[in-house]
């Protein structure tokens, strides 16, 4: 049920004709009975900020932090469209609160899909009457099949506390990088939560898993994270409520990075020992992005070389004289030179589907870990073109 598993939360997904292909494009969370909740919201920080991010900024701020609803479109970014864009996204809103009974400013909006092309306005306007309709407490995966675009599957989870319960849907495939993803994601929890709480809380669980993924980093102008709170479970003890929305956005962010496009592994990243915790994520991204790199995952070639070099040219205090290098359980270089290892179990290991690569410095106590992917012949293949 993920969005809908919490008490006080229905949703929709349908096809509204954005996409070509006749599969859903058009999706709705919103509270039962229409009425605002507490909500929060965290950004993208890229400055070419798409239509749908501005319009949903306002309004969190016109409102105090409080939401009845948002509407989702995939197909279409909405992004680089002008002054048309926002009317678009405002409208999406204003047409939403019209059917559902509630404030204008009480709707947030997002889109995902191409950038520069101008939304299908008519079609989304025209259906959205039928969308608010379908809105069902079953239809949580309705919602979440709605907003994939390169995506090969659904993602949602549900993460249950004592005594309150949180779900979640997103959608994320390529331009993963931080700070977040190309990526949507709608969170809900029925703890009662006041709305300066909600943000502490979603920006710190989204430090700690979406602006962690590194696919490609590429940022998107969409990005967008939601999370609202009906308060139908009463009041929570905030520590608890804030480790189940971050266990939900650990599990998204993982589910992105096994559906990265074209990915065949998912790489764990560790860099240990490095003189400050921001030195060590610094690393952690420069191997991370390092085509080369990412191609010999593909390889299944343990090639600790190139994480080597990529960590001497992060631009943090690094000795070679130091470094230790580590797949799996398997140490491939000690002192920044080839160790004698078991090659069967390092063959083992990175003919899997997840690699654990940790790289030890061996200057302090800083440590960072992220996700990323391999880099394959399929996703250039996706990226080639806009058709």
């Known amino acids: ?51 749908p991010v501005t319009v949903s900024r306002s309004h969190l701020q016109a409102s105090g932090g409080r939401a009845a609803a948002v509407i989702l479109n995939s197909g279409n ?30 709707v947030l909006v997002c889109s995902t899909g191409l950038i520069g092309i101008p939304l299908p306005i008519d079609r989304i306007a025209a259906a ?18 709605a907003i994939r675009t390169t995506d090969t599957h659904r993602k949602e989870t549900v993460v249950r506390g004592e005594g309150f319960v949180v779900g979640a849907m997103a959608k994320g495939a390529a331009m993963l990088a931080p700070n977040m993803a190309t990526m949507l994601a709608v969170l809900t929890t029925d703890a009662a939560a006041e709305p300066a709480v909600l943000k502490q809380i979603l920006a710190e669980a989204v430090a700690g898993s979406f602006n962690l993924l590194d696919v490609d980093g590429c940022q998107s102008t969409n990005d967008t994270v939601l999370l609202l709170a009906s308060g139908r479970a009463g009041p929570v003890e905030s520590g608890a409520l804030a480790a189940a929305v971050a266990e939900a956005c650990r599990d998204l962010a993982g589910q992105m990075a096994g559906d990265a496009e074209g990915a065949t592994k998912v790489v764990h990243l560790t860099v240990t020992g490095a003189h400050s915790d921001e030195d060590a994520l610094r690393g952690a991204r420069q191997i991370a992005r390092s085509q080369l790199t990412k191609c010999s995952w593909y390889g299944a070639d343990p ?32 002192g920044g030179v080839a160790v004698e290892h078991d090659r069967d179990a390092l063959g083992e290991h990175m003919a899997g589907r997840h690699l654990y690569i940790t790289a030890d410095l061996g200057l302090g106590a800083g440590r960072a870990s992220l996700l990323t992917n391999d880099l394959t012949h399929a996703y250039v293949d996706e990226n080639m073109g806009t058709s």
């Open 1 to 51: 049920m993920s969005v809908t598993a919490p008490a006080g939360f229905v949703a929709a997904g349908i096809h509204a004709g954005v996409k070509q292909a006749g599969t859903p494009d058009l999706s709705l969370v919103a509270t039962a009975d229409g009425v605002p909740v507490p909500a929060a919201g965290v950004f993208t920080s890229n400055l070419m900020t798409a239509a």
């Open 303 to 334: 090639y600790w070389g190139r994480v080597a070099s990529d960590l001497g040219s992060a631009g943090i205090a690094f000795d070679p004289r130091l470094l230790s290098i580590t797949y799996g359980e398997v140490t491939v270089c000690h």
């Open 77 to 106: 970014a909405n992004a680089a469209t002008g002054e048309p864009g926002c009317r678009d996204a405002e409208l999406m809103c204003d047409l939403t609160a019209a059917e559902l009974g509630c404030d204008r400013h009480h």
């Open 128 to 145: 959205i009457p039928a969308l608010v309709a379908a809105r069902d407490v079953r239809g949580a995966a309705d919602a979440a099949e």
